[in-house]
């Protein structure tokens, strides 16, 4: 454990190196956005933005140009540029220094023990119980081995989930994992793939502080205009609040435990319905989805630049530009969402008139489109999709989903769920948004009550909130499960979060005489109160959750899985193929502790990630009997040979371990517990 924290740690201090100190460097010689009036805390917000938006596609673009060695003379060469500012401008960053030490000391050290619980957050429980992974890792999992992957077989990565004989390349969006890999190698030995992502998850949650912070402090009197004050402080700690989805969750496992009804065990909060995730638990088991979500928005904060500081908007327009191309090739169910908000402002710009800026964003689209098109070829060649990836829908509710037809029989098939649902959808919504649906309420008939047109800001604002609702609601995505309906809607929460600031505002002042926010915005306190109350205890047991559960094999048994693995990492070469029995749904050893290339991994991953259709090889079917039944040890060699096997897995729970005549006890293993063994083969000796 003590080796999982230094690592994290580690990977915690090299990050500012690849996602702060470019944006900083950038935004310091160009003035970008009036940077250098800007207090400190915007200015280190801007910095982390402007890095995590638009290095992601460039870092990309340049590795599949000329490799990783040129990403890392490209950074060299930022680097130099920052060390030449420092030597020049040492006085005012020791000036700035001093005063977010001694004016923002709560700040630094809220953010510290923030990163502190992140880092003891995500590391595995080992005890002689088992090792106890937590909940998050069902998708770290898939971020891990595609991080590692882009460190060993650089851009584009091979599918480090299969391997039927020779390299196929990986189906996934994984700009973002490109920054987590340049950690990874930059960290040597001492920083492993998956401590990159971990640290990174911590990151992405300061990244999505810092779109707060920087909309607040740049753009927020036009965003929220007549509210006299907007408190950062408030607006960031709305990210601990969720929906109402405690309610239904506790009553659903209520009546589970006592009828044996219901959607069954619950481990997350979310999983009583078609979720909208809890900010925290959004950053924690899916970061790259929120990484898109600051990429786009930072591309939205830089459009906004433009009407605030025009002498920088061709500058502005690129770093736009970067910061979309980046966001599609890190997520494009949020950039779909949010384009469609986007899509909806220009025809509200058109119908008044204002040309230019429709032109300036069609251009900056145009120009994100073109720096994709290298992705979006290499992604659609992977890709086995067998039809569109995107359908119609309403968006599904549990109670009518599953309930109804339970009761009323006759609606099971039938198309009347989806008016059902539509009829539904307020109560859906109110659910799972709780107190940012009724602060949107409420902000919004205050905002009518001050009369006045909307300025430009706001109806962009509103638009890309109202396009992310739209998309998700009568779109859902058609691979596995709909990430579109979970992970577009990320776009409506941040502006739902920046509209509910003054109700919040407002109900915490509401006995001040001097009220930053306007009083007669606060309608329904008790409701208000209520919302922010479930809403807080949600995400502290969906935290809790997320910790204490996990869907996997545990028990004494991982312990011998983990040093399997581990073993494996330390003992055979980086380009080892490991085998072991894939069925399952995931093997999590392998990717977590093993960080190599599988020959076949589990029902879930191993051809869900492109490159190469199930009935397009045979690697799925001889693993599972060489696992199930007896092979002779020529055969073992064999299929070792035919998919370049260089390391081979056996776990008592295998069922060839119970025969104690199985080739498993003819080989001689390179590593053995009572539980495990590992077999090296030529390929991994060198041989």
Known sequence: MTAQLTSIGLALLIFPLIIWVPGMVLAYSTNLLEFRARPVPTQIAVGLLISISCLPIVSYLIARAGGFRSVWVFYGIVWSVAAILLLRHGKQLSRAVRDLFANRRGTVVLIAICMIAGALFEMDWVSSNGVRPNLCNMDATAHVATTDALTRTGVPPV???????????????????????????????AVTARSAVQAGKIYIGLGVVALIV???????????????????????????????????????RIVHRLTGKGPGLMLSLEWWNEQVTAWLGAILMSPHHPAGLIMCLTGL???????????????????ASLAFASAAATSVYVTLAFAAGLFLWLGFAAMHGWWEDVFRICLVGVVAGVLYIPMAMELAAASRTAGFPIAFTIRAFEPVDYWLPSIIHSLKGSHLIYLLRLVFLPLNYFLELGFFAVAAVLYWRWRRSRGGPLAKEESLLACVGLGSVLVCTFLHSTI??????????????????LWAVPVAQTYLERKEPNASAPTSILRWPLLVGFCLLIGLAGTVVEIYNMRSNFWGPVGPQTIATRDAYVWIDQHTPRDTVVLFNPDKDIEYFNALYGHRQAAVDGRIYAFNFGGVAENKTGVLDDARELFAKDESVDDVRKISDRYHVGAIVVLSSDPVWQDSASWVWKLHPAFTTDSSRVFVTAQAAGQ
Not at 482 to 496: E, H, I, Y
């Open 159 to 189: 599918n480090p989930f299969v391997y039927p004989g020779y390299p196929v390349h990986l189906m996934y969006y994984y700009a973002w994992y490109i920054m987590c890999s340049l950690v990874d190698q930059l960290g040597g030995t």
């Open 214 to 252: 920087a909309f607040l402090e740049i753009a927020g009197a036009r965003l929220l205009p007549g509210v006299k004050r907007i408190r950062t402080g408030v607006a960031v700690a709305l990210l601990t609040i969720t929906g109402l989805d405690l309610i239904p969750w506790v009553f659903l």
């Open 301 to 319: 904060l830089l459009l906004l630049g433009i009407w605030i500081q025009p002498s920088r908007k061709w500058v502005l327009m690129g770093l």
């Open 480 to 497: 596995r499960w709909n990430d579109l309906g979970w992970r577009g809607f990320l776009v409506a929460q941040f502006v739902l979060l």
